[in-house]
C-alpha cells in the first residue's frame, strides 16, 4: 500500500510541478483528507463498496467544487480505480515530496523543561545553517530525560540528553562486571 500511495503521490506532485500549482494542491490535498480524516460518515461514503463510483463522483462534485482541476481529476481517478482508502498516505507521501522540492526539514527539540523560545531559535538556526534548509521546529517538553537535549533533524537523532548517558554509564558498568 505504501508503494501505490508513493506512486499516485509522485504522479500528482509531478502534474502539480508542472502546471506550477503545488502549494494549491498541497494545501488543497490536505484539506481534503484532513476533512476526510474528521468526519467517519463522508469514509464510510467514499472507502465503501456499497456507494458505486458514479455516486461517489456525485458526492465528489458537491464536495470540492471549488478545488484546482489537476487534484480534482486526480481524486475521480482514486474514485474510479477504488483507491481512494489510500487517500491519506498519498497525502503524506505528496508532503513529504513538496517538503523536498522546497528545501525544507523538520526538527523537534526535546527538553526536560520548557525552553526558552530565544534558545529553539537558535537551534533551529543552526540546523538550518548547517543543513542548508529551512526548518519547521517543533519544542516538546519529556521530563523523563532529567536533562539535556534530544534533537531529531529529519530522521537522524541527537541525544545528548542526561538519560541517555546514564543508560551509556550502566551498559559500560554492566559489561565490566
Do not use: C
Amino acid at each position: 500500500m505504501e508503494e501505490l500511495a508513493r506512486v499516485y503521490a509522485e504522479s500528482l506532485f509531478g502534474v502539480a510541478k508542472e502546471k506550477g500549482t503545488l502549494d494549491t494542491v498541497r494545501d488543497q490535498l490536505g484539506q481534503f483528507s484532513s476533512t476526510l480524516e474528521g468526519n467517519k460518515d463522508l469514509q464510510v461514503f467514499f472507502f465503501s463498496p456499497s456507494f458505486s463510483s458514479k455516486e461517489k463522483l456525485e458526492g465528489l462534485s458537491l464536495a470540492v467544487s471549488d478545488a484546482d482541476p489537476e487534484l480534482f481529476n486526480f481524486l475521480q481517478l482514486l474514485i474510479e480505480k477504488h483507491r481512494m482508502p489510500a487517500v491519506f498516505r498519498i497525502n503524506s507521501q505528496f508532503e513529504e515530496l513538496w517538503k523536498t522540492e522546497n528545501q525544507r526539514i523538520e526538527v523537534t527539540v526535546t527538553s526536560a523543561i520548557e525552553l526558552d523560545p530565544a534558545i529553539a531559535e537558535q537551534v533551529g538556526a543552526e540546523v538550518e545553517r548547517q543543513t542548508g534548509k529551512q526548518v519547521e521546529l517543533t519544542s516538546r517538553v519529556d521530563e523523563g530525560i532529567i536533562g539535556g537535549l534530544v534533537l531529531q533533524v529529519g530522521n537522524m537523532v541527537l541525544d545528548t540528553s542526561i538519560r541517555n548517558n546514564l543508560e551509556k554509564l550502566r551498559q559500560s558498568v554492566a559489561r565490566a562486571a
